[in-house]
């Protein structure tokens, strides 16, 4: 799991500079008013409302843009749209599991914008339950080390659920139960423990190895499944070395 996370975070960092950027806006948008709407539009009452409008601010999207979402998913304000989620399951290049996560008002243009772009990278669709069962869910915190150790992380997270942290290099990857994931990010908060993001994702049992070839080929078409507009997240089984995650760039 650890090349695709490196992957994930650098991808993450980069997308905040590039020209997707406004992509990336829409989306976080997207989940702060699914949030509101489903939790409240009270962040302190509602975990998944404040973990999306800490993971927007942290990609400086603009705070009249989290508050306008915020109120529009808590009915304080119109215009919100009726998003529901809907999951893909295929193959990229390679034999590479994915998991299409969209949110989306507009099922039938969803499933043609994620057919279509599977279909130009290589990619084939799966029926359901054919990949989501190499996948289970998990808490996931990001946080970036600023001087910090493995074991100043572990200590203040085992007790609130932590089960594994991994280095990142630049950063920690620290997951857990999703039922435990408030109760970690609250731990690293009374330690005064800056955290990227606090989500729930799915993560792989069974990885698949890449090469260079490989890996450009499955990046391709994981950049155009986010490049569509309705899909959120995409999860997927790869795994490559820091060698060929340099390869490639």
């Known amino acids: 799991m650890s090349g ?22 829409a989306k976080l948008v997207k989940n702060i008013e699914v949030a509101a709407r489903t939790g409240g539009g009270d962040p302190e009452g509602n975990p998944t409302l404040y973990d999306a ?3 927007a601010r942290k990609s400086s999207v603009p705070v009249d843009n989290i508050e306008r979402a915020r109120k529009r998913g808590a ?10 989620t809907v999951m893909y399951e295929g193959y990229a290049p390679n034999g ?18 994620v057919r279509t772009a599977m279909n130009k990278h290589g990619g084939s669709m799966a029926d359901a ?7 289970s869910r998990r808490g996931v915190v990001l946080l970036p080390k600023n001087g910090l150790g493995e074991d100043d992380v572990l200590g203040a997270v085992l007790d609130a659920g932590a089960e594994e942290i991994n280095d990142l290099g630049e ?4 997951l857990t139960e999703p039922s435990n994931l408030v109760d970690v990010r609250k731990a690293l908060q009374a330690e005064g423990i800056e955290y990227d993001s606090a989500e729930t994702s799915f993560l792989a049992s069974v990885n698949v190895p890449l090469e260079a070839d490989g890996a450009r080929k499955v990046f391709k078409l994981i950049d ?26």
């Open 75 to 84: 009915g304080e304000e119109a215009g919100g749209a009726d998003w529901q």
């Open 4 to 25: 695709h996370s490196k992957w994930a975070t650098t991808k993450h960092k980069k997308a905040a500079l590039d020209a997707k950027r406004g992509k990336l806006f």
């Open 171 to 174: 950063s920690f990857e620290v």
């Open 53 to 55: 409008m800490q993971k």
């Open 96 to 113: 590479v599991a994915v998991l299409i996560e969209c949110l989306t008002d507009n099922r039938n243009r969803a499933a043609g914008e």
């Open 129 to 135: 339950g054919s990949v989501a069962y190499l996948f």
């Open 224 to 249: 155009a499944l986010e490049d569509c507009d309705d899909v959120q997240n995409v999860y997927s089984n790869f795994d490559v070395s820091d060698e060929v995650l340099a390869e490639v760039g």
